[in-house]
Each structure stands twice: as C-alpha cells, then as structure tokens.
C-alpha cells in the first residue's frame, strides 16, 4: 500500500471554558472538543466525515491545519511528524494543504476581485512568479472551475452561491496542493447547486490526484464522492469504514440512525424503510455521558453502556467501530 500523505494520531483538542450564566471567576471547564480521532489518509483519496452540528469535525479539521492548537495527539504528513513543530514546518505543509470553507460568500475578501482572491496564494507562497504569470495561472484555474474570463475583475457579491464556492474551490488549487479539507462545502447551497460542486470537486480530484477530507453533517451528501467515511459524535469516532461497507452494513447504532434519516426517493420503499429517530439533544460536551457518550440516545444502550467506554477496535469486516455490541 502507498505511504499515507496524512496520519492523524489519538489527535484531541480541549478547550477551557467558563460554563454559561456562570460568574467570570468560576473555575474554568473542559470542554473536548475533539475526544482522541485517529486515521490515515492516502493519495487521491476521499475520506468523509459526518456527524451531527457539534460532533468537532470543523475542530477537527482545524487542528489538522493547527490554525487550533491539539492538545495532545499526533498529525504526521508525508512522515514528517508537525506537532510540536515550528511556524516554518507548517508554512511549507499550507502550500500541500489547503481548506473551502462552509459559507461561500463569508469566506471571500469582499473588497477584492476575483483575480485578486484567487491570486493571493501564489504572492504568500511563490513570490518568485511575476504578476504576468500569476493572471495566466488565475485565468487557467478560472477556466478549470467553470467560471468565465470576463468575469475575472468582478466582487464576490456579484456571484450566485455556487460561483463563489467556485472562487473558493479555485483559490485552494491554485497553489497545486496534495490535500483538500473541505468543511462543509455544500451545506449552504440548494440540492441543485450541491451536486454541480461536488461533481466539480470529484473530477479536479481526478484530474488533479488530489486526496480530499470532505466534511458533511449528513450521510446523504458524503457517499457519491468518499471512498471512506468517518461517522463522529460528540467528538469521538464511532465509525470509520468503506463506503460499500458502512452503507450496506453500518456497524455501529448511531450510523445506522443517520442513515435510516436519508429520504428515500421511491414513496413506496420510503413508507417500507426501518426510521429510527434519535430521541432528545447532544448532550453537553462539557459534561458528557459516563461510558459511551452515545447511550443517552442510543435506541440499543444497555447496563454496561454507562460504566465502561467502548474500545475503538477492528471488526471482522475491516471496520472500526466503538460500540460494545457491535460485530
Ligand atoms: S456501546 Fe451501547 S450505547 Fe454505545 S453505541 Fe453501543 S449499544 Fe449504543
């Protein structure tokens, strides 16, 4: 098997926060936003990553690009270990790995072109290009994502959603990068306009032999473009399998529940299917459930369910899952 590009190890990010409605001078809580996620990733490869709001995948996705600092845990890329490393190590890794952002629009200088945004990676990390090679590499990456030449000296607010992703999508290739985190890329456009950006991403992936982390809150969005797919809640992992595997067969109770979620289009298999709902909210993750953190909603929770926390383990079929039950 190839070497991984990026190796995430018992990766945890913890942040200290002052509970609400609590007076200032209140002893600090933990807050884990990211409870110990542990994955490798290959060249050309997609790993999705969903789970409901507040299941730390965007944290995640952060720390990887230590613009949040882990608490503990380890990112290797290309074998080269980053944590604890200096300013200049992730200088250099930013080039190979670059992020689109959920909010197209958000995400886009407003008071700057099209040229302009989509150019600025290439003066911070290639100052050696004169600006003559710079407009020629923006106008062929322009063309690559589908926007048109003229509009090339226009502002983000003349753009439509799904052509500022397309802005944002070009800004993060032009620089060649190996990795592509995309958080959320598709959540604030109509259906429509997803799948034009997520077949877009898929053949610049090809074409390009990007590996990509493409983040999702529902299972529906991640499964034409994953080859794997890491199923988090409340910070921890619960699963992380082949996309074949964790369709047909999900191992764990809370994959399950989102998948029974996904609508499907026939009416007559749609009033056929299985739905199990979750009951209640995400719990606090300030102050999680005592073993595992899903059992306050889990439709399958027993005894042992509060007192011990489920071993992250491999099941038969190549698996990983955390459930005491599971395999
Ligand atoms: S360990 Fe228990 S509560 Fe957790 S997912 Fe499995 S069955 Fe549900």
């Known amino acids: 098997m190839a070497e991984a590009l990026l190796s995430v190890r018992d990766l945890r990010v913890n942040f200290q926060i002052t509970p609400a409605g609590a007076w200032p001078w209140t002893a600090k809580k933990d807050l884990k936003a990211v409870g110990g996620v542990s994955f490798d990733l290959y060249p050309g490869e997609t790993l999705g990553v969903?789970?409901?709001?507040?299941?730390g995948k965007s944290t995640l996705a952060r720390a990887i690009l230590n613009l949040i600092p882990a608490s503990s845990g380890e990112i290797v890329w290309l074998g080269k270990t980053l944590t604890g490393g200096s300013t200049r190590d992730w200088h250099a890794v930013r080039r190979d790995i670059q992020m689109i952002f959920q909010d197209p629009l958000a995400s886009l200088d407003p008071r700057m072109t099209v040229a302009r945004i989509i150019g600025e990676p290439l003066k911070v990390h290639r100052p050696e290009l004169s600006a003559d090679e710079v407009m020629q590499r923006v106008r062929a990456m322009m063309k690559k994502v589908g926007l048109r030449?003229?509009?090339?000296?226009?502002?983000?607010h003349e753009f439509s959603g799904g052509q500022c992703q397309r802005i944002g999508i070009a800004r993060a290739l032009i620089l060649e990068p190996k990795l592509i985190i995309c958080d959320e890329p598709v959540s604030a456009l109509d259906v429509s306009i997803q799948a034009q950006i997520i077949n877009l991403l898929k053949s610049l992936q090809q074409e390009m032999g990007l590996a990509l982390i493409f983040i999702a809150h529902d299972l529906a969005v991640v499964k034409h473009i994953s080859d794997r797919i890491l199923v988090m809640y409340l910070g921890r992992e619960m699963e992380l399998a082949e996309k074949s595997m964790l369709y047909a067969k999900p191992s764990h109770p809370y994959t399950r529940a989102l998948l029974s979620a996904i609508p499907v289009p026939d009416p007559a298999l749609e009033r056929k299917k299985e739905v199990r709902l979750l009951q209640g909210d995400i719990p606090s993750p300030i102050n999680p459930p005592s073993g595992c953190v899903f059992r306050t909603r889990?439709?399958?929770?027993q005894t042992r369910c509060a007192q011990e926390v489920p071993v992250w383990r491999t099941l038969d079929n190549g698996t990983r899952c955390a459930c005491h039950f599971a395999g």
């Open 50 to 55: 969903v789970g409901e709001s507040g299941c």
């Open 149 to 156: 030449d003229e509009m090339i000296n226009r502002y983000p």
């Open 298 to 301: 889990c439709p399958e929770a």
